[in-house]
């Protein structure tokens, strides 16, 4: 069987919990790639994430001749802008993003390497893709159902009331993972798994 780390961590892909609850979130890597500007209309979003999966499934294939087959993770990404209000107010113009997929741990660089160098030769395929591990420790986490765009409230309530219920305040940058396909779901029905680093 495949390794899927939607099953091997069900606590961070597969919540239940549609309001705020707090959790231990351990080291994983990633495949990681940079960018800013609004991820609905920004011609550098949509390269990114095309150039991310051609990277994970590149390094999937050669896995599975290796007899270390694994399923590749959904798109996961972390975002930023210089004044928070951004997220809730939806300036997504102004928001900064660096879009990810959860590599297993026997996924070295010399994999991402070869990978790289497969992707020059056959698809003319040249980005910035690393990998990149993440520890992001103590993490309050939400399941979101529903539009992107739907978000604001969910994420005032983190700000505006669980943490300084819980004494905490964010240390790391706010994560999403997207369960769901905006391309074959409809807005309503999206799964979106929030995620802040808190301390």
Not at 88 to 96: F, L, N, Y
Not at 113 to 121: G, V
Not at 137 to 163: M, T, V
Request: with cysteine; proline share 6%.
């Amino acid at each position: 069987m495949p390794y899927d780390l939607k099953k091997e961590l069900k606590q961070l892909y597969a919540p239940k919990n549609t309001d705020w609850a707090l959790l231990d979130v351990p080291e994983q890597q990633f495949l990681a790639l940079d960018g800013r500007g609004n991820p609905n209309t920004a011609e550098s979003y949509r390269e990114a994430v095309e150039a991310l999966y051609a990277f994970a499934y590149t390094i999937k294939m050669t896995a599975k001749r290796e007899s270390q087959d694994f399923v590749v993770g959904p798109l996961e990404g972390l975002w930023w802008a210089e004044d928070y209000a951004a997220f809730t107010v939806r300036a997504k113009d102004t928001w900064q993003w660096t879009m990810l997929i959860a590599q297993p741990s026997w996924i070295g660089e010399d994999a991402v390497e070869r990978a790289r160098e497969t992707l020059r030769r056959k698809k003319k395929l040249d980005a910035p893709v690393r990998l990149e591990k993440l520890h992001e420790g103590r993490c309050a986490q939400a399941l979101h159902i529903g539009s992107y765009d739907d978000e604001g409230p969910a994420l005032a309530r983190l700000h505006g009331e669980f943490l300084a219920e819980h004494g905490l305040e964010p240390t790391g940058l706010h994560h999403e993972v997207y369960l769901g396909d905006p391309r074959r779901t409809e807005p309503a029905k999206l799964k979106t798994v929030l995620r802040q680093p808190v301390g």
